[in-house]
């Protein structure tokens, strides 16, 4: 009888071991099943929130054309209060959602296609080169847009690319986007890197826009004091923040020029788990048929652009601006 039972003890015990045997392997097979079903939730989950702060970003964007169509009013007062292509920021909270938009007119930048050459080569000499080194590359990139092959004093010519085994030809044509720039014979990564904020290819216009440009493009400027345009600029700056009319210029150039139409703009969106996207579109209000816009840009935000969400200027859901 003892032996009996102790046989049933021993064979319990075995199919305990079994069982705990069978437990832990079966917990071993499902873990990793379970880990990959969370990090596949997660990747879902960011994906949506991707997804859904590009859209918010995308109708921030169209709010703001459709707030710059709008027809100014003619009082003064509410006039000054709607959306301008001033850079003033505007930020608002949709469905958890902090979102920014700004617009700028593209005449704040210095047009890589109209600019003078003198405005062109302080961008370049800013960038860091010599003013031997910027004479060439202004003549290079007016080589690279005029519709001849006729070569300036320092520039360069398709045969003058071919020779330096250069798979990029001159277009003998504007420019269409900044990015070419880095075709044009002279140009460096660096130099680049350090003029392409400063540059756009939508202004159409030989000088800048002093209402738009921020200081570092009017101290650019020939004949303009780097220091005089930076305390006005903050002065007119704060005018906007302030929903009062700027201050009037106190300098003059042969260099400025008004905006004409075409202004870029940026959206940012963030999630309320901190998921961010942008975009970036440039255009020109009513620049085709019926009055429709005419888009020349459409891309998302660099990573390196985004920034936490400005408090000031916020928009309440009716659409009015709290300074």
Wanted: cysteine-free; charged content about 20%; glycine content about 8%.
């Amino acid at each position: 009888m003892n032996r009996t039972a102790r046989n049933r003890r021993q064979q319990s015990g075995i199919a305990l071991i079994m069982v705990l045997g069978l437990v832990i392997f079966l917990t071993l097979i499902a873990l990793p099943f379970s880990e990959s079903q969370r990090v596949s939730t997660q990747v879902a989950a960011n994906t949506l929130g991707s997804a859904t702060s590009q859209a918010a970003a995308d109708g921030a964007v169209n709010r703001m054309v459709y707030e710059l169509s709008r027809a100014r009013s003619a009082d003064a007062q509410i006039a000054l209060k709607q959306w301008k292509a001033d850079g003033l920021v505007h930020s608002w909270v949709e469905n958890g959602m902090q979102i920014a938009v700004s617009a700028k007119s593209e005449t704040a930048k210095i047009d890589l296609n109209f600019a003078a050459e003198a405005l062109l080569k302080r961008v370049f000499t800013f960038g860091g080169a010599t003013d031997e080194e910027a004479d060439g590359t202004v003549s290079a990139v007016k080589d690279w847009t005029d519709a001849d092959n006729l070569k300036r004093p320092n520039g360069a010519e398709a045969d003058d690319y071919k020779t330096a085994g250069k798979k990029v030809l001159p277009s003998n044509d504007f420019f269409v986007a900044i990015e070419e720039l880095q075709n044009v014979m002279g140009m460096t990564p660096k130099l680049y890197n350090a003029v392409a904020p400063l540059l756009t290819v939508h202004g159409r216009s030989p000088g800048v826009d002093p209402q738009a440009a921020s200081a570092l493009i009017l101290g650019l400027v020939p004949g303009i004091d780097a220091s005089q345009a930076q305390a006005w600029v903050e002065q007119r700056d704060q005018a906007l923040r302030d929903g009062v009319p700027p201050p009037p210029i106190p300098f003059s150039s042969p260099y400025f020029a008004g905006g004409q139409g075409a202004v870029r703009i940026r959206a940012d969106a963030v999630t309320a788990s901190s998921i961010k996207s942008s975009r970036e579109a440039s255009l020109r209000l009513g620049g085709v048929a019926r009055g429709r816009p005419q888009f020349f840009l459409w891309q998302k935000g660099l990573p390196a652009d985004a920034q936490p969400m400005p408090a000031a200027n916020t928009v309440n859901p009716s659409g009015a601006v709290n300074g």
